[in-house]
């Protein structure tokens, strides 16, 4: 497996340490694996921060992690991260894998905090393997999986 | 007709193989056609996917396959993932056919299930002729085509 | 009034041959105006169809045509097409008039029928005036011009 | 103060010669600005009319005129033409002030018309001075200043 | 910390001089900064005003200073503004910190006035350590900071 560069930028939004999820993941499971991380205020500062990020570090694939507050002009900040997500990725020509967490998500906080785990671990590993295997991707397409809960799984034809 | 290459970005979240589907509709109604292929986690990964496959494949036109949650969020990620693609497009001035099933659309998983082959299927055969005989579309100009569903028809004047 | 080339894309999905009402039109009152003419499956292929259209042909202007179904998911298709026919008309700083019909627009099915044909008539007139004669237009400022629709006209001061 | 030129776009689908104001504003007050003007059918045509109109006249600022129709559709419409205006500036890097005025914002047509009057007179002379004099705008920094109806005026710590 | 040049853009619209929040917050915290200002209408001008600014004075980071009004219709417009700045931002490479204050988000108008302090006072320093000193912020990833209101704080682990 090729040898790459994971650029990590992460909010002080975020009611969770979302980036320690990430290099813990790809520590263990993809030593030797360079990380460079950015933190930056929240999620429409993300977009920005990958693009300048890139300017230096020149990494393989990137993961946006942040959360969304509950209230509905939060959720209308992060349709605008989003969009300016979807601009960063065409204009670096590069994945950006955006990790958003939703505040109002979790049942309670211990649910809450569950997802932000589970979704940053696994797309940790979707970020690394885009940009050094994706071939390895193939194998799950179709199959209905999810990040922050169990997968939704793949229909068979009736 | 012209002999072409068709890329097709499809995703893991999808609860259906929809790339099987494209790949054995080309064969069978275009053999010749070269097909590349490529995964991604999901609908928001395929604009970039479709511009990062045309830096080494150099693609004729791009088939964007994907499916759409049945939460709110899930319908304002599949908008941002539509307006990336819009953006991919004009970025490499090809065209991407975006197929992308709801899944609150089917009735039940085996109507799902239908619409999942049915779109997949009839856009596969239009991105080829996008790319390799575009005149055949004009023939089907103002009929009502559906993908995923019958047709709706041509209205006439009353 | 100079001798320009208009470019037309249609769409498949429509349920009425627009291309043809515009052709007509462009043909009786501008005899000598040059058309080409690409047809693509739904609203959201317009944009890259006119740019890719525009490689090839270099039109003066475009006219982008085709109808946006009922379903609330349809009216964000159209929104997701026009916000792409807005970054088409940037990158080529040509303009394309977008005559979109929604197929929940008319009263009844000879209505909407009706809808079509005026729109795509009058607007069919404004793309080529924009790109020969756009002092032409100036006479009808802050008029209430209507396309579909009989004109709304315009306020006098009271 | 600097000699200026600047751009009007105005549209035939508003109901009032919005154009009209925005010139005897600026030949009243800043008489030897030099104007430039171009007429479009509705407000989705005023970001490509901007950058069209900058190709041959390279204007100093521009004014985009138009009203917005009242109903859902229209307001749609209105965000795509902002969108697009928004999108017009990055590219000219100059400012575009936008004057929108919403069909359904008047408690009658008499209203209606004081609005269209009031806010198109004020951001003319807004255009302008952001070409001109930047810095007399600073003197009205967090004023309340409104253009359309009466100033909010600004706020004190209480 | 490096010596760096602060570029804000501030709004006549507002009902509070947000710039001076700025100014003064700077220059007690960041002495030395050098801070270059320049007043717009409003938020629908303020992606332009930073991209504008930069042509000329090259600053190291921009403060997009705004007020969005409480009617729907400037929900929308705030979003179309936020649009803007995600766009500015990539154009320059550079963060656009974005301070908006929505008119209905305080209980009065006192609220209201610490709201529009606090969070534009907070955002001025993340502005500052953006551009000079990141690795400072990085100390809070993940600390639920917020600006305007006080801290949501971290979540443990259950």
Same mark, same amino acid.
């Given at each position: @497996?090729?040898? =790459?560069? #994971?650029?990590?930028?992460?909010? /002080?939004?975020?009611?969770?340490? @979302? ?16 990380? $460079? ?13 990958? $693009? ?14 942040? /959360? #969304?507050?509950?209230?509905? =002009?939060?959720? *209308? ?14 204009? @670096?020509k590069k994945h950006i894998v955006e990790v958003f967490v939703h505040e109002n998500e979790g049942k309670n906080e211990a649910d809450l905090y569950? =997802? ?26 179709? @199959? ?9 799984? *793949? /229909?068979?034809?009736?």
């Amino acid at each position: @497996m090729k040898k =790459i560069t #994971v650029g990590i930028v992460d909010t /002080m939004f975020a009611r969770c340490d @979302m980036a320690a999820f990430a290099i813990d993941e790809i520590s263990r499971k993809f030593p030797g694996t360079a990380i $460079v991380r950015s933190t930056v205020p929240g999620v429409k500062d993300l977009a920005a921060g990958c $693009v300048i990020l890139d300017k230096g570090e020149k990494c393989d694939a990137y993961l946006a992690l942040g /959360m #969304v507050g509950k209230e509905p =002009i939060d959720t *209308q900040c992060g349709h605008e991260a989003s969009i300016g997500i979807q601009l960063a990725k065409l204009q @670096m020509k590069k994945h950006i894998v955006e990790v958003f967490v939703h505040e109002n998500e979790g049942k309670n906080e211990a649910d809450l905090y569950s =997802i932000f785990e589970d979704r940053t671990r696994k797309h940790a590993v979707n970020a690394v393997l885009l940009a050094s295997a994706p071939a390895e991707l193939a194998k799950f397409a179709g @199959m209905g999986k999810r990040q922050g809960r169990a997968d939704a799984g *793949q /229909m068979r034809k009736k």
